[in-house]
């Protein structure tokens, strides 16, 4: 044995290492046959010995210390067989600790795993990128693996090296662009970044890990060696019913939430919030005494600026820490599923934050973004736009989405701003967009990406929703890929909320001006398989919560409040409301503050306030118990118009009904402040009309007009084109619910 470093280090190699400039370390570092032996060679700043022992804990020998540097090296003459070993390592300042070496062990992702996932093809590349806890040939540690292509050197830093970069450099693995190193001894809940030497100034910076599933909060923002495997669900009856479910035949009634403003755990400090296992076990009595059967989360991903809630996200595989950790988080689906609520969660793959920390720029090159900010940049939001053209990048983002469903059991994911991807042009002047390949202003490559996550859902996980949230007339949002359309589950009907939003605004006296805004949605009900919403988006920046917006004094209010309710449950469609809503609140919606629970405090605030709560838990209990409501909602077979016509009057009237279903429901709604007596209503049916529903209820805060829950025989009288007539009282600002069969 020899413990000269001749004919293991050259000079190159000295100051390659010394200077933290070689690409590939493991071709110096570690256990390498020589021509007269075999040499290993070590790295450790601040030791001042280092000894090399076999797997069997036998001292085989003490490594040369080169003086003035941190290389340590050994030849073991005539030895031709490569052998584990381990390094003690004895510091400075005495301390001593016996660990693999993090160079001795050969390249973990395999070579097909980099071959799909350089196609963008990897859909579960979320278990080997990032950071794992493994054993390798009986060897504990963490494996990391960074995606940084056109890097000069990356480094895994944290808090078990003094995030020092020299320590523990990674290898390069062919030309696929993936760095990766397995260091020993480390464990669940180390700190780490990437220590990345940029491709384009050569300058260091620290990213967190694209791929890691936890974080530290700001300002620190590393990463957090974890695991989501771990977690014992309880959920597996919902999980196996979701797989039978055709939810375009059955009820969704879905209540939208933000988790740090539905309830605060103190006195509304922005600080004070509930952990996921703690809202989990307060919102769902909620949810079940209110009886909505989903509800859809705002961003839970890991974001550092509060304000965007959520929608800039900072890191996409990483659970917001102001509320626990994964297994919190799981925790949380988990309970919702075992009480028969589905979670819905939005997710925003069309966009990231430029923070400096996290994907911009990544590895000194634009990366995940493009480089012309006519392509990469949304002014609007000071965000950039993923470049959906790369395989790596598109496979992010659809193994994300296979990541959220897989390990937290998400029954759907809601995909924010679609209308951005779609097109090249939006939101953008003539001169700050560039055509796509064949002139046009699509992104095709955006396209391209929706429609893979789509058929990549459905395909995997039976049952699963995915709901484009898309503002303008883009064809076949929710029609098979197939036949060219993007392969949602459903999308939001944004032309309904406005117009209708629209309409309730209006002065009641002006309303007959209006009327085409209740009915145009009519003529495209069924274009594509609609959700319509009362989303966040209507309650905040100055638009005035849902109540507000109504004219008139507190009757009236609360009156349309009702009304609108109504309307939004008996149009064919899923069901969508932010939270609050239902309670009448008067503020707007803001998301350092809880919801204004206070107002269900009759002594205070009056009695409209509970009264609207409990008219919206009632509305649920009548959609989801009368397939008539939900079960040919993608169909016009479901939909009836009655009358449309009398505008004077700001009456309408349609039936809601089901192919299967011998019962069917009557809605008519009176959009004036007007008591209309004896309304005669022109109908195709010879039967009894039995109100099971009055919006003036007084249990509702309305007066108790109406037909007092009486059963009523049509008139053989022509009417409306009609061959029958009903005739009804209509309470002012109401809406009536008629039960018949026919």
């Known amino acids: 044995m020899s413990a000269d470093i001749y004919g293991i280090l050259s000079d190159g190699d000295i100051n390659a290492l010394c200077n933290s400039s070689i690409k590939d370390p493991f071709s110096i570092l570690g256990m390498h046959p020589k021509k007269n032996g075999i040499s290993i060679c070590a790295q450790h700043y601040g030791a001042s010995q280092v000894k090399v022992y076999d797997d069997k804990g036998k001292f085989v020998a003490d490594m040369f210390h080169l003086e003035g540097t941190p290389l340590f090296t050994l030849l073991l003459e005539n030895k031709k067989k490569i052998f584990k070993y381990e390094l003690e390592v004895t510091y400075g300042d005495g301390f001593v600790r016996k660990t693999a070496d993090p160079y001795s062990f050969l390249p973990i992702m395999s ?208 659970v917001n820490h102001r509320f626990g950790n994964p297994q919190d988080f799981q925790y949380f689906v988990d309970f919702m599923h075992q009480n028969g609520i589905g979670v819905i969660l939005d997710w925003v793959p069309g966009h990231f934050p430029k923070d400096a920390f996290a994907l911009a720029h990544f590895d000194g090159t634009h990366l995940y973004e493009h480089s012309d900010p006519r392509e990469g940049e949304h002014k609007d939001w000071n965000t950039l736009i993923f470049n959906y053209g790369r395989h790596e990048v598109r496979n992010f983002l659809v193994a994300n989405a296979v990541y959220w469903i897989s390990q937290y059991h998400i029954d759907g994911l809601r995909v924010d701003a679609v209308a951005s991807m779609l097109y090249r042009d939006y939101s953008r002047k003539s001169d700050e967009w560039i055509p796509n390949s064949r002139g046009g202003n699509e992104n095709l490559e955006a396209i391209g990406f929706l429609q893979q996550f789509n058929w990549v859902v459905h395909n995997s996980f039976p049952g699963v929703l ?138 205070q605030c009056g009695t409209y306030h509970t009264r609207l709560q409990k008219m919206v838990k009632d509305l649920n209990k009548l959609y989801i118990e009368n397939p008539a409501m939900w079960k040919e909602d993608i169909t016009p077979e479901g939909f009836e118009w009655i009358d449309y016509n009398d505008r004077d009057n700001c009456v309408i009237a349609f039936v809601r009904k089901a192919k299967s279903q011998k019962k069917k429901f009557l809605f008519v709604f009176n959009f004036t402040p007007v008591i209309r007596k004896g309304y005669r209503l022109g109908v195709p049916y010879d039967t009894k009309f039995k109100e099971v529903f009055n919006s003036n209820a007084e249990i509702y805060g309305g007066e108790g007009l109406g037909n007092g829950g009486k059963a009523i025989a049509v008139k053989n009288e022509p009417a409306q084109g009609k061959n029958f007539t009903l005739q009804i009282d209509l309470p002012p600002l109401s809406f009536l619910v008629f039960e018949f069969e026919n």
């Open 111 to 318: 070579d097909f795993d980099l071959h799909l996932f350089n196609q963008g093809n990897n859909n579960y590349i979320f278990e080997k990128m990032g950071s794992h806890v493994m054993e390798i040939d009986g060897v504990t540690g963490v494996y990391f693996s960074v995606w940084a292509p056109s890097a000069q050197r990356v480094a895994v830093v944290g808090d078990f090296n003094l995030w020092d970069g020299r320590q523990h450099p990674m290898r390069p693995i062919g030309g696929s662009g993936v760095w990766e190193l397995f260091i020993p001894q480390l464990t669940d809940g180390a700190v780490y970044k990437y220590e990345i030497r940029k491709a384009d100034t050569g300058h260091l910076v620290l990213k967190t890990d694209p791929y890691g599933i936890q974080q530290q909060p700001f300002p620190y923002h590393g990463s957090i060696v974890g695991s989501t495997k771990e977690y014992k669900w309880g959920d597996q009856e919902w999980i196996q019913s979701r797989q039978d479910k055709n939810w375009h035949n059955e009820p969704m009634s879905i209540y939208e939430l933000h988790l740090g403003s539905w309830k605060k755990s103190g006195p509304n400090e922005e600080g004070d919030f509930y952990n996921y296992r703690d809202i989990a076990k307060l919102l769902v009595p909620y949810i079940k005494e209110m009886g909505y059967t989903h509800i859809e989360l705002m961003p839970v991903q890991e974001h550092p600026y509060v304000p965007s809630w959520g929608y800039q996200v900072g890191g996409f595989y990483a």
């Open 466 to 603: 995915t709901i484009a949230e898309e503002s303008t007339a883009y064809p076949g949002v929710t029609y098979p890929i197939e036949q060219g359309g993007l392969g949602f589950s459903f999308k939001w009907n944004m032309g309904w909320m406005h117009d209708t939003l629209d309409y309730f605004e209006q002065d009641p006296i002006n309303r007959k001006f209006h009327q085409a805004d209740l009915t145009y949605c009519l003529w495209y009900a069924w274009s594509e398989k609609f959700m319509l919403v009362l989303s966040h988006d209507e309650v905040v920046h100055g638009k005035k919560s849902l109540l507000e917006k109504m004219p008139g004094d507190d009757w009236q209010k609360f009156a349309n409040m009702r009304l609108l309710y109504g309307f939004m449950f008996g149009h064919p469609g899923k069901k969508l409301c932010f939270m609050g809503a239902e309670l009448g609140m008067k503020n707007e919606w803001y998301e350092k503050r809880e919801i204004d629970w206070w107002l269900l405090d009759e002594s």
